[in-house]
């Protein structure tokens, strides 16, 4: 299995889940870089108090199962880690009978069924 | 910050290493749900105060480690050395200048004798290096 880019994986996940005729997006949660930032040298934009940490990124609503709220969150195969607010958003989401899950490629949205 | 999530902070801080099932057992046993503890939580990944860190799958809350000082590379003299005053003049910071006016040979002899070793020794280093 090769070790691709996270973004790689993302796209290739979003294509997939496209074509099945899913609503799914990727859910952007990093901050936007602007080199217009500290007087030309550039910086990250704050990101707003309201968006919390921990966000996964590719949002989904399930056509088959009564538009369930399904969040992924991707990872490379090899080295890739959840962090501690990943995983606390990952209990919130269940506690609201939202699903949460942690994948490392196309196979592994496969086997969730979607 | 809800009182919840200060009562949360002064946990760990006092408890440091308590993990997140540890807190839900904790919070649910004094009465709260876990809807209004993770929405605490929330505040207290705030907090510089504490770090969370992820061990076996489970979120560990510690206590921030004290920020570090600006490294000057000046720290050993600082702490070996008293300041100067009326008493200290400073007196033994002095720059070795030796290089400036000993002949080759001399400067050989000389930093061998520093380093109380024989000469040979320190020109074979100098001999790999030219």
Redesign the interface.
Same mark, same amino acid.
């Given at each position: 299995m090769t070790n691709e880019a996270e973004s790689q994986i993302q796209t290739a996940i979003l294509e997939y889940l496209t074509k099945r005729g899913h609503l799914a997006w990727r859910n952007n949660n990093q901050p936007t870089y602007d080199q217009r930032m500290n007087g030309g040298h550039g910086g990250y934009r704050a990101q707003s108090k309201w968006t919390p940490k921990g966000l996964p990124d590719i949002l989904l609503i399930d056509k088959e199962n009564y538009g369930q709220l399904v969040g992924l969150e991707v990872k490379r195969p090899k080295g890739g880690k959840v962090s501690a607010d990943q995983l606390l958003m990952q209990k919130r989401f269940r506690l609201y009978n939202a699903e949460y899950h942690v994948v490392h490629g196309v196979e592994g949205v496969k086997q969730l069924g979607l | 910050m809800t009182a919840l999530s200060s009562r949360i902070t002064d946990y760990i801080l006092k408890r440091t290493g308590t993990t !997140?099932t540890q807190l839900e057992g904790v919070v649910v046993s004094a009465g709260f749900t !876990?809807?209004e503890l993770?929405a605490a !939580?929330?505040q207290v990944?705030r907090n510089k105060a504490i770090r969370?860190? +992820?061990s076996h799958?489970? +979120? +560990?809350y510690l206590k921030a480690l004290p920020p570090r000082e600006p490294g000057s590379h000046l720290s050993w003299t600082r702490h070996n050395y008293p300041l100067m005053d009326d008493t200290n003049d400073g007196s033994g910071f002095d720059i070795d200048f030796s290089y400036l006016f000993l002949t080759p040979d001399a400067l050989l002899e000389y930093k061998a004798a520093a380093k109380n070793m024989p000469t040979h020794m320190l020109q074979s280093r100098y001999d790999k290096r030219s």
């Open positions: - | !997140l !876990l809807d993770y !939580l929330n990944h969370r860190t +992820v799958g489970e +979120v +560990v």
